[in-house]
């Protein structure tokens, strides 16, 4: 567990060298020792580091091999985070619309389970994906959805702040500001390059 979450804290800071060293140790540990949870979890960590380092097929073939792992053994939370995985890891590819159809699975399959903070952070990547095929209307629609709940986690909720905020932005919507500052607070406090770079940007 220890060696799957430094994996997955390697991931927030874009080393992709070390999440799939670190996931790789992980995945070898949990065979051994029969961690099913742990091992799985570990496989989507090192499958969403390659999508992001371009080796597409290798990524997709290990998240979608640990989707069908933990589906089989009803680990409905570690399933949720594969479509998470496979919809953020498209989209960093530029594969929008690939991208989108993952994620609209995973929402679909998280609606069947009650599982909310899951599918409320792939609405909030569907709706940077939205945003970035050009579809302004539906992207401020997804966001607005998320920033709406009283219970989102704080990555769900700054993706939602930084789409709706940007989209205000080209539209010359006054209340634009007021988003993007609540983004670029949420990204302070984190110190995470991946809140950072994107509130900066926009």
Same mark, same amino acid.
């Given at each position: 567990m220890a060696y799957g979450a430094l994996a997955r804290l390697s991931g927030t800071t874009l080393d992709t060298g070390d999440a799939v060293f670190f996931g790789e140790k992980a995945i070898a540990l949990a065979e051994r020792t029969s961690a099913v949870d742990t091992r799985?979890? @570990?496989?989507?960590?090192v499958g969403e580091a390659n999508l992001a380092r371009?080796?597409?097929d290798l990524g997709q073939g290990q998240i979608e091999l640990a989707l069908r792992q933990a589906t089989a053994a009803g680990l409905d939370e570690v399933a949720s985070r594969a479509f998470i995985s496979l919809g953020y890891g498209f989209a960093e590819c530029g594969r929008f619309a690939t991208a989108t159809r993952h994620l609209e699975q995973g929402i679909d399959f998280c609606l069947n389970r009650d599982l909310d903070l899951p599918r409320l952070h792939?609405? @909030?990547l569907l709706a940077r994906c939205q945003m970035?095929?050009?579809n302004w209307d539906d992207a401020l629609r997804l966001a607005g959805s998320v920033l709406n709940p009283r219970e989102v986690a704080p990555s769900s909720r700054f993706v939602a702040l930084v789409v709706a905020g940007s989209v205000k932005t080209r539209r010359g919507e006054r209340d634009a500001r007021s988003l993007l500052d609540e983004a670029h607070s949420i990204a302070t406090t984190s110190g995470c390059i991946v809140f950072r770079g994107p509130i900066h940007a926009a």
């Open positions: 799985i979890d @570990a496989m989507i960590t371009g080796k597409v792939m609405v @909030a970035s095929l050009g």
